[in-house]
């Protein structure tokens, strides 16, 4: 077993590396962050171009550029921007930002998607299923700046009737908030609300879907009827029975579905004013900025393998003809 | 056995009194093309401790009419009449308050245990779980209770085998815990639905061995639906026939079996083929097929397909009415008094002529052109092990089989499933140098072939598998399905044209099939159309693949004979893997019987279904229940211990000898010879065509 592990993470690490090298090259080769500085009027004397040339080091080959930058990632240094803060510093607070959206969203998308997905199968062809499928395509079809900017609105509604602001539309926190941690819990809470929602939304028309079609797969299945013969009512059997055995195949959608979240947040937490991964992806490239964007993909690359790992896990967890290696097996 | 008695409950039964009663059972689905009538008009009761067996083809309602019994039916099936279990209504109970009698007082035992259990959960918990729905006790108590009964119903090493999951059992051991789940609860009857219909014929005896236990530890009375009239003949106790829908036959077994008197009952006896029968018989193949329940046809159901109809038939669908003095046997045939009288037996009621000629005793002169010959050959599976796929041994499918079929011969190869017999075909159909030994096919080395030969040779070697359905493109009609195989061997357009209406006929369909699709054929049509297929190239050998294992009995008969008269009249050779010994007995000219990658006896058929001499061939032939239940009574069963040992570590010695009878007989001695060495495939020596391999062969009466 451990053998095997380690061959994996040096699997995981090598694909990393190979990751965020495509990243960086092709970052390097089509950014000229020295651009804005020629643009600025009055120009600036050829001097200081030359010294900013020197201090991000574009003269040298691409490859003996990354090796640099990423010999100081082993370290933990992540480089400067372009405007010469450090990233290692910001790189913390904006994971931060971001895992606590993903995290809250993806538990909020999983729980309803499988409940949405679970009805749905068991009222096939009822009211509450056409419902269900109805709310997941036009969210599916809908694109995320569209949700957001509904949810919005909605929420400016919302307070327009309560006449308080229960939901805030911008940024994490209250800057200016005074009292003790209750309240400070209370206001996160109110700006948390929408931008989860915008994640969570999308999620639960997407997973609903796939839960839907597991779930009809099991419910017609011989071991339900089974647990019924057995004497356990209807409920009983499609909760112990047949939902937790439809919950497996969802195992990798919803982990694989969490990696994949820091490219679907871009949108989302530039609406909503967080400064988090995805936001920063974009403002790197705004600012030409390749240490940015090759930090953003290394994110996105280890969240992906984490996620990979994690799909295996719950796998294993949740099916034991993973976990036990029979010899008979197939797989 | 005890559980906790509710007050709601009625009591146990005096005896006499039935435990359950169904009368004027009506079940209907909806439908697109209209209801589907599954059940019209069902009546029967079952009293404490006894056996009925409920037969009948598929479609014929049999499985429907439990479900209704467990309400277990889907939201879509409307059921009237009356279900009356220990004098309490069933029908219009509620959900929650069946809930309380199923798994408790009437319990159900399913056909498929390969998918009966929830794969996640492991056999103890599962076990436990059914022990703690009815019974307020602990987790703990209820664990302990679930090893019980695991161990109760012949689960070796239960305490520890609970904690294993369903993937880590075998398909009889799986019915065992279903059957501990069944009996969990001293249930007062319980429903087995085609409880073996699945398992090999050493495991189907060992599992209804296990259903008698319950029945004597429970004094259940027991419903047992199959569609094998041999199970029935050696189980049950009173017999209900089921066509279409409706009871056409009720009776004692004996009165069943012994003088039928619906033509319907005669021929599924007629179509069945028998292992104890040496003579060749043809079977009876009942014409047309079930008719849909949909749209009936007027009067009696069976009419269009009987042999003995008159147009009074058609007036009106004939009651369960008493025959023969009335003792307790009813038929649904107005012609029942004729057929008493004339005491017909089926062949002669369906007008079959005999395919060929009985053929002389005594050991045949076998054709001198070898078309396939196969030795020492072997296929060994790599294992790998969990998530690591670390390599954790080799799975030894096959195992040195050496073996020859001659021009127009049948040879049957036979074993419980996982002895290699698949495996053996697939090595000899993928034309590919084997990993050790040698595979020639009409005189040809399969090692020299390159590829323009392996094609040429592929022509001359055709397969049929076992369900037709999944062997078909749906897409395609019939007639491009047959012509497909001509087209790729570039057969020209025009002779490909006049070929296929030419290969219908030849397998009993008209050219007017040619158009259709597989859906809209029936299960025996369709694997008429992989026959014709097959035979499309005219091929020298015929692989057929468990050929007639997905067909009902009636259907089964007629594809049978078209093999059989296929073969005469084409001079096709034949290897016939099928796990029905029946079948295989009826077929095959030469027969061999393969354990755990070896062939272990080999002869002509007769000789070795007749004087089995290898312990295993004793044991699988003394399994094989005959459609006759005096014999039956009178049989004396071997019945094989324990399931096959891992072919990725076989004993050592002799591969059979864990399981052997024989071998528990010997002197420890002899036991050691077993234990030592591996016997060879010896000729009897009196010059029969019959190799054993077994140190301690002797013949014994089993059939």
């Known amino acids: 077993m451990g053998g095997f592990l380690i061959r994996r993470l040096a699997n995981y690490v090598l694909l990393c590396l190979v990751a965020t090298f495509l990243a960086y090259a092709l970052a390097s080769l089509t950014f000229d962050p020295l651009a804005r500085l020629a643009e600025r009027n009055p120009p600036p004397p050829a001097a200081v171009v030359e010294s ?130 209750g309240s400070a819990l209370v206001d996160r809470l109110q700006h948390l609300v929408l931008p989860t929602l915008t994640i969570a939304l999308h999620q639960i028309a997407y997973y609903s879907r796939y839960q839907r079609s597991a779930m009809l797969d099991v419910l017609g299945s011989e071991f339900l009827r089974t647990a019924r013969a057995k004497g356990l009512t ?19 959608l919803f982990a694989f579905g969490f990696g994949l979240l820091v490219t679907g947040s871009v949108f989302t937490e530039r609406i909503f004013g967080w400064y988090g991964m995805g936001d920063w992806l974009v403002y790197g490239i705004e600012q030409q900025d390749t240490n940015i964007v090759a930090t953003v993909t290394l994110f996105v690359a280890v969240m992906v393998l984490v996620s990979g790992w994690l799909a295996d896990v719950l796998y294993a967890v949740l099916d034991p003809r993973v976990r036990i290696g029979s010899l008979g097996g197939h797989r | 056995m005890t559980s906790a008695h509710s007050p709601l409950d009625p009591p146990k039964a005096a005896p006499g009194e039935p435990v359950l009663e169904v009368s004027d059972l009506e079940v209907s689905f909806p439908s697109e093309a209209g209801r589907v009538r599954a059940v019209r008009g069902l009546g029967y009761r079952v ?102 009964l695991l161990d109760l119903v012949g689960i070796p090493n239960a305490a520890e085998r609970a904690g294993a999951f369903p993937h880590e059992f075998s398909g009889g051991m799986r019915q065992r815990v279903v059957i501990a789940m069944a009996i969990a609860h001293d249930p007062d009857l319980i429903i087995a639905d085609e409880p073996t219909t699945a398992l090999d014929v050493t495991v189907q005896a060992q599992v209804l061995d296990v259903l008698r236990t319950a029945r004597e530890v429970t004094g259940a009375g027991i419903v047992l639906i199959t569609h094998d009239l041999g199970v029935v003949a050696g189980v049950a106790d009173r017999v209900l026939v089921m066509y279409a829908g409706r009871a056409v036959e009720t009776g004692t077994v004996d009165q069943i079996f012994a003088r039928p008197r619906m033509p319907y009952t005669l021929g599924l006896l007629g179509a069945l083929p028998r292992v104890d029968e040496a003579e060749k018989r043809p079977l009876v193949p009942i ?49 029942s008094d004729e057929i008493a009288r004339s005491e017909a037996v089926p062949a002669e009621i369906y007008h079959v002529e005999p395919v060929r000629p009985a053929r002389e005793p005594g050991p045949v002169q076998r054709a001198s052109r070898v078309v396939l010959q196969v030795r020492d050959l072997v296929k060994h599976y790599p294992v790998s092990k969990g998530l690591l796929r670390r390599r954790a041994g080799l799975i030894r499918a096959v195992d040195g089989v050496t073996f020859d079929i001659r021009q127009g011969e049948a040879f049957g190869l036979v074993g419980e499933s996982g002895c290699g017999k698949t495996s053996t075909l697939m090595e000899i159909l993928g034309l590919r140098a084997p990993a050790a030994g040698t595979v020639r096919i009409l005189g040809r080395d399969v090692v020299e072939l390159d590829r323009r030969a392996r094609r040429a040779v592929r022509r001359d070697l055709q397969v049929v598998f076992q369900d037709p359905m999944a062997s078909l493109d749906p897409r395609m009609p019939v007639g491009a399905a047959v012509a497909e195989p001509m087209e790729v061997h570039g057969y020209p357009r025009e002779r490909i044209r006049r070929r296929v209406p030419e290969l219908l006929r030849l397998v009993g369909l008209g050219f007017e099939h040619a158009d259709r699709y597989p859906v809209e054929l029936s299960g025996g049509q369709r694997q008429r159309v992989c026959i014709a297929r097959a035979l499309a190239l005219e091929p020298k050998l015929v692989v057929l693949d468990e050929p007639v294992s997905a067909l009902d009995v009636s259907i089964q008969a007629g594809v049978i004979n078209l093999l059989d008269e296929l073969k005469d009249r084409l001079g096709l050779s034949y290897l016939f893997v099928a796990h029905d010994l029946s079948v295989v007995r009826h077929v095959a000219d030469r027969v061999a019987v393969m354990y755990l990658g070896r062939i272990v006896e080999v002869g002509e058929a007769e000789t070795v279904f007749g004087a089995a001499l290898h312990p295993y061939t004793q044991a699988l032939l003394s399994a094989v229940p005959v459609p ?19 072919p990725a570590d076989p004993p050592s010695g002799c591969r059979f000898r864990t399981r052997c009878f024989l071998h528990a007989a010997l002197s420890a001695e002899d ?5 030592t060495v591996d016997p060879p495939r010896k000729p009897r020596g009196d010059g029969a065509d019959h190799e054993v391999a077994c140190h301690f062969a002797r013949p014994r009466k089993v059939l």
């Open chain 2, 628 to 646: 006759d239940p005096v014999t039956e009574r009178a049989r004396e069963r071997i019945v094989l211990t324990g399931d096959l040992p891992s």
């Open chain 1, 52 to 181: 900013m040339r020197q201090e991000l080091r574009l003269d040298e080959p691409v490859p003996q550029r990354f090796a640099s930058w990423f010999g100081g990632v082993v370290r933990g240094d992540f480089g400067r921007t372009v405007t010469g803060q450090t990233i290692s510093d910001e790189l913390g607070r904006r994971i931060g930002v971001s895992l606590r959206l993903f995290l809250l969203g993806t538990v909020v998308g999983v729980a309803a998607g499988v409940l949405v997905g679970m009805v749905g199968a068991v009222r096939q062809h009822r009211p509450a299923d056409y419902l269900g499928t109805l709310f997941a395509f036009v969210l599916l079809s809908m694109p995320t700046f569209l949700v957001g900017t509904l949810l919005k609105f909605g929420g400016l509604q919302l307070n327009l009737a309560a006449g308080t602001t229960l939901v805030y539309f911008t940024g994490e926190y209250d800057p200016g908030l005074r009292g003790g941690w």
């Open chain 2, 671 to 675: 036991r050691a010879v077993c234990a």
């Open chain 2, 287 to 335: 014409d047309g097929q079930p008719p849909s329940l949909v749209q009936l046809p007027p009067g009696c159901s069976f009419a269009p397909r009987c042999p003995v109809s008159v147009p009074q038939c058609t007036l009106g669908e004939p009651a369960l009415a008493p025959v023969d003095g009335g003792t307790g046997h009813r038929a649904a045939c107005i012609r």
């Open chain 2, 47 to 148: 009293d404490p401790g006894e056996v009925l067996g409920i037969v009948g083809e598929s479609g014929s309602g049999k499985s429907v009419s439990s479900l209704a019994v467990m309400g277990l039916l889907g939201a879509g099936a409307r059921v009237s009449g009356s279900i009356r279990f220990r004098g309490r209504e069933l029908l219009g109970l509620s959900d929650g308050e069946l809930s309380r009698i199923r798994g408790r007082r009437i319990a159900m035992v399913f056909q498929d245990p390969l998918s009966a259990l929830t794969p996640v959960y492991s056999v103890g918990d599962q076990v436990a779980e059914a022990v703690r729905t009815h019974a307020g006790v602990s987790r703990r108590e209820a664990a302990r209770r679930a090893v019980e």
């Open chain 1, 234 to 252: 209807r409920r009983q059997a499609l909760l112990r029975h047949g939902l937790r055995t439809a919950l497996v195949p969802m195992a990798t």
